[in-house]
């Protein structure tokens, strides 16, 4: 068990660029969940997965974010054409559906757009 | 809607003292749970300590406890002999059968040698 990956940890990228994260869950956890957190704020639910299919989508994930998680395993964030607005730390967090607790967070990725 | 409200945007403790971070909720479901999580400066969010709603049973791990109100809605966390180790931002957050975490604003715990 290495717990949950995140890269990069820093990106910092100009207005109107793409940028792509991506995170490795613990790899017997079916679940997983992005999370984006703003300086001094609680993290906000973005979207989550169950194996390959995702099954809910935060309405604060615009059409610029899309997110994937081919064949069940890691999973990618995109953001394109990055605003301001979109600074911030996305966290990625795994479990297993059986249980209704046992998240493991990543230690984010740390976004700034300039 | 679902929400967790954290009043308290700082608090400090001596260390060795105790102090109590308070936690709000409000949700429809009968069945959810409870967490309190621990953000150091590392980023990476680690769990603290879990109530399930079903148990009057207030939980307790070594120096953390909780006093878990449902009727009222609170949910706050009591940290003993309080330790230079234990400073962070803490959040409250509810999980129901929706699958996801809601979280509260957090509080930035300080602790004084």
Redesign the interface.
Known sequence: DTGVSQDPRHKITKRGQNVTFRCDPISEHN?L?W?RQTL??????LT?FQNEAQ??KSRLLSDRFSAERPKGSFSTLEIQRTEQGDSA?Y?C?SRR?ST??G?T????T?LTVV | AQTVTQSQPEMSVQEAETVTLSCTYDTSESDYYLFWYKQPPSRQMILVIRQEAYKQQNATENRFSVNFQKAAKSFSLKISDSQLGDAAMYFCALYNQGGKLIFGQGTELSVKP
């Open positions: 679940r969940y999370y001094g704020q609680g993290p906000e639910f989550y099954l809910e730390m966290l967090a559906s209704n607790y998240y967070f990543g230690s984010g740390r």
